[in-house]
């Protein structure tokens, strides 16, 4: 899935002071360490009840490490926040030469978009638990993020329709109503429910599209018994 410049670049945070500038292979390494402690203990306790203490000892380091890497506990929770409203918004970001069918790109950005929220679970969510936690700085960015796919969305619908693929009224409503499918999985999707992430992905998918007015696709014919005719 592509993504363009504008979109992937991600709100400056302050300053940085006698911390990490340039990323490396081995920054990487243990940034990324910070971040999966930080992401379990944010989904157990939600932000509040999450210490930059309890981070620390969760890795068994010091309050220096995880310092030299961010700046503290809210710009932790915003960079495991910001990579899947990258991916997640990104979802429309098709090649400039795909001349597929209006429909067919919708229905593949849902799907992806779908697909993202899922696959970035649990921090996926935590914009929709705990929207009140993040700066004006960063929700504006991430508002800029929902715009560059709304206003890729819409116009595929509008075409769409007029291709005779789906029926709506409204296009901004339907792509509303649409996306809110994927939006409402922080309350109820869980890891360990009887259908696996793809098949969440697939049946969300099929029903967002026939929200948006394309025909229900026709059921398997069973094989009939054996020694009868089939209907």
């Known amino acids: 899935m592509g993504r363009t410049l504008e979109t992937a670049r991600k709100p400056q945070a302050a300053a940085k002071r006698g911390r990490q500038r340039a990323t490396t292979a081995g920054t990487d390494v243990q940034r990324e360490r910070i971040l999966r402690v930080a992401e379990t203990l944010f989904a157990a306790q939600g932000y509040a009840q999450t210490t930059i203490e309890q981070i620390v000892r969760a890795l068994g380091v010091t309050k220096p490490f995880v310092y030299y890497y961010f700046k503290d506990k809210q710009e932790i929770f915003e960079t495991l926040s910001w990579r899947p409203s990258v991916e997640c918004f990104t979802a429309l970001d098709f090649a400039d030469l795909d001349d597929r069918r209006a429909s067919e790109k919708v229905r593949e950005g849902l799907q ?107 059921p398997p014919t069973a094989n009939p018994p054996s020694g009868s005719s089939p209907p």
């Open 112 to 218: 992806r978009l779908i697909r993202a929220t899922i696959a970035n679970h649990p921090a996926a969510f935590f914009p929709y638990r705990e929207p009140q936690v993040y700066r004006a700085e960063y929700l504006a960015a991430v508002k800029r993020l929902a715009n560059h796919f709304y206003d890729r969305l819409v116009p595929l619908l509008e075409q769409a329709r007029r291709d005779g693929d789906l029926d709506f009224r409204d296009a901004k409503l339907a792509a509303l109503a649409a996306c809110s499918l994927p939006g409402f999985l922080y309350s109820w999707y869980r890891t360990d429910g009887r259908l696996s992430p793809e098949a969440v992905t697939d049946e969300l998918t099929e029903l967002a599209m026939r929200l948006l007015g394309v025909a229900a696709r026709t």
